[in-house]
């Protein structure tokens, strides 16, 4: 299986500022097929990024994803209120598709 | 607009099966792949499975292997998701999500979620 690794675990910060969250392959990954979530506590996830750095459908443009082969991150170019949850990513490239184990973002 | 409405929450005794709902609307059905994701309580995420709803075909995670069957009506539009000789440790709650066009490719809409709770 391809293991996802994310960091920091926890990630404090103040609305305005920007926020960088980091996700590892353990191999590289087949057409850049990652994607971000979003999920706040007693809701299903939502789906942010795609192919590493496509934004989903009515996603703000302050989200922005980047990477290629085994390193991605996730930007938060100004943090609103809103942005403060937990953040997964997911490679789907090979089949079992694994989930990273999460980074919060959380208010400082 | 897509919706993917779950069943209800479940309690169930160790040993038992369960056997959750989806009913999509907004969309065609049969031209989206349907996956199992779950979250045991404070938990990340993790995947199960997919079952194509035209075919039938599926695919788990081998660790669901033998553990999970992944089914689908057409005709009301629905998948269904069945585990069995439940344990403690599936307490979680299972979300189905709308996937893509293609097997490996990413969710785009999930349910609310079924909070599945084994307890004696």
């Known amino acids: 299986d391809i293991v996802l690794t994310q960091s920091p675990g926890t990630l404090s910060l103040s609305p305005g500022e920007r926020a960088t969250l980091s996700c590892w392959a353990s191999?590289?990954?087949?057409?850049?097929?990652l994607a971000w979530y979003q999920q706040k506590p007693g809701q299903a996830p939502r789906l942010l990024i795609y192919?590493?750095?496509s934004r989903a459908t009515g996603i703000p443009v302050r989200f922005s994803g980047s990477g290629s082969g085994t390193d991605f991150s996730l930007t938060i170019s100004r943090l609103e209120p809103e942005d403060f949850a937990v953040y997964y990513c997911?490679?789907?490239?090979?089949?079992?598709?694994?989930f990273g184990p999460g980074t919060k973002v959380e208010i400082k | 607009q897509v919706q993917l409405v779950q069943s209800r929450a479940e309690v169930k005794e160790p040993g038992a099966s369960v056997k959750v709902s989806c009913k999509t609307s907004?969309?065609?059905?049969?031209?989206?792949?349907v996956h199992w994701v779950r979250q045991a309580p404070g938990q990340g995420l993790e995947w199960m499975g997919w079952?194509?709803?035209?075919?039938?075909?599926?695919?788990?995670a081998p660790k669901f292997q033998g553990k999970v069957a992944m089914t689908r009506d057409k005709s009301v539009s629905t998948a269904y998701m069945e585990l069995y000789g439940l344990q403690s440790d599936d307490t979680a709650v299972y979300f189905c999500?709308?996937?893509?066009?293609?097997?490996?490719?990413?969710?785009?809409?999930f349910g609310q979620g079924t909070l599945v709770t084994v307890s004696s």
């Open positions: 191999q590289s990954l087949a057409s850049n097929s």
């Open positions: 999500a709308r996937g893509r066009y293609n097997a490996y490719d990413y969710v785009d809409s």
């Open positions: 997911q490679q789907y490239g090979t089949s079992p598709q694994t």
């Open positions: 907004g969309y065609t059905f049969i031209g989206y792949y």
């Open positions: 192919g590493a750095s």
């Open positions: 079952i194509n709803p035209n075919s039938g075909v599926t695919n788990f």
